[in-house]
């Protein structure tokens, strides 16, 4: 088994940041016998990881005892710009992000024997990818565990005393720019677009990212996105596995005749039957590419095509990612709240004919028009709301002048930080009311924000939840 690069008993362990991933990072540190120091600015932060820290520093205090730490291991939200990381280099500390960490400490075998690593990154379609993926290895027989970037870090699935031997992980941009060494036995680039470009830099840099997922033994990608599959391309992977919404060739997984076939797998040329398109959830041409991309990465671990049909035809969907509501009056209630960019409001956009579109919020610096001028022909109308609303209206007025928008000012202050929650509440209730006067009979009230939510919301998940109550009330 590989050593670790670096022997951390008893030697201390900066870790940045206590949220999720700190704290978890800091007790996967104990488990291995280092001592995590907590590096944190935030008084509540701080009493959280006070329990599980050996002590807790401020930012400031880190940087003047820098010389003490054998590593510091860096929250994946802290951008490599940051002031700190100019200290760490000149101190000749090594920085780590947490996975890099889960990483090297998995394959020493410090938690029991080494697992089977399955990766998923992409702007859109991660989560959904890593729930079907972990369902068809789990219908295969394997222990199979979805973890990372989904709120259970990876180092709570190093730590289970049941032992999965599969990580099945969802891994962020953040994630794997702090992640140089994981090579998985697969992994996935599902789709590449303008996002987190003020963390990253520049799309090429946020691409160069999300691309260390193909540095293991399968590269999946995803050949109808350009940059993804020109990831592919230039991979460093043994294998290279392509999915598609079109007919698959040798060594792809796509669509012939309404199913989904792999031609990549098999024993020879001949594509293998998976599943009907249409019993793939969620419905329309996202969740179609997602199956592909789960079945590769299932079958790279041995999953067989029987198991691939079995687990996705009983697949539910996770919550705020393509999910009908309700229908009313012959209009049906679709929350995407999950949809925090443009790209990803396209894929669920293309799976409705005659949208009344709930957007707005953050765009962190992401052009709205090539959305708009795709998908203008199939809206009907559009409700904007958020910080970055008026950017929203101006590209509609623009493009489709003869759109009818209403703009929700109602709990939109300019700036970052959400208002109180009776705003907060006001606003949807505003927002769906001038939807539901838009819409016919027929219609999809699509909540696909194609933005960020915390100028407005806790996050995704409570504006797709004021989305979905709002609408059962009124």
């Not at 016998?33 to 205090?61: C, F, H, Q, W, Y």
Request: proline share 6%; charged share 20%.
């Amino acid at each position: 088994m590989p050593a670790m690069p670096i022997d951390l008993t008893d030697q201390k362990v900066f870790v940045l940041g206590a949220g999720v991933s700190g704290l978890a990072a800091a007790r996967l540190l104990r488990h291995i016998g280092a001592i995590p120091i907590v590096v944190e600015d935030e008084d509540a932060a701080r009493a959280k990881a006070s329990d599980i820290a050996d002590s807790v520093l401020t930012m400031a205090e880190a940087e003047d005892a820098l010389s003490e730490a054998a590593l510091v291991v860096t929250s994946p939200g802290i951008p490599p710009h940051h002031p700190f990381f100019t200290a760490t280099t000149a101190a000749n500390v090594p920085v780590w992000g947490d996975v890099e960490l889960c990483w090297h400490v998995d394959k020493a075998s410090l938690c029991g024997p080494s697992r089977v690593w399955l990766a998923v990154t992409g702007t859109n379609g991660k989560t959904t990818t890593v729930g079907m993926t972990t369902a068809i290895c789990q219908q295969a027989g394997m222990s199979a565990v979805a973890c990372g970037n989904i709120g259970y870090p990876i180092e709570e699935a190093l730590l289970d005393p049941n032992h999965p031997d599969v990580l099945v992980c969802e891994l962020s941009s953040f994630q794997l720019h702090w992640a140089p060494s994981v090579k998985p036995l697969a992994g996935a680039l599902l789709n590449i677009d303008e996002d987190h470009l003020d963390w990253h830099g520049s799309v090429e840099a946020y691409a160069a990212d999300k691309a260390r997922v193909l540095n293991g033994l399968y590269a999946i990608v995803g050949l109808d996105d350009p940059r993804a599959a020109a990831a592919g391309d230039e991979c460093s992977a043994q294998f290279v596995i392509g999915f598609r919404a079109g007919e698959p060739v040798r060594g792809q997984i796509g669509v012939h005749e309404n199913g989904l076939f792999d031609n990549a797998f098999g024993p020879n040329d001949a594509a293998r039957f998976l599943i009907e398109c249409a019993d793939i959830h969620p419905a329309g041409p996202a969740g179609v590419l997602d199956a592909g991309a789960a079945a590769a990465l299932a079958m790279a671990a041995g999953a067989m095509p029987q198991d691939v049909n079995d687990a996705l035809k009983d697949f539910v969907v996770a919550p705020h990612r393509n999910a009908v509501v309700t229908t009313i009056d012959g209009i049906t209630y679709v929350d995407d709240s999950k949809a925090t960019n443009p790209h990803a409001a396209r894929s669920s956009m293309l799976g409705y004919s005659s949208i009344v579109w709930i957007a707005g919020g953050q765009l962190k610096g992401a052009d709205i028009t090539p959305l708009i001028d795709e998908v203008g022909a199939r809206l009907r109308g559009a409700v904007i709301i958020g910080k970055d609303g008026d950017l929203i209206v101006n590209a509609l007025h623009t493009a489709r002048p003869e759109i009818p928008v209403v703009r929700i000012r109602t709990g939109d202050d300019g700036t970052d930080t959400p208002p109180p929650a009776e705003e907060t509440e006001q606003a949807m209730v505003e927002a769906v009311a001038a939807a539901q006067e838009m819409a016919q009979s027929g219609d999809t009230v699509l909540l696909a924000p194609a933005a960020a939510s915390y100028d407005m919301f806790t996050g995704y998940g409570q504006r797709g939840d004021l989305f979905a109550t709002t609408i059962l009330k009124h």
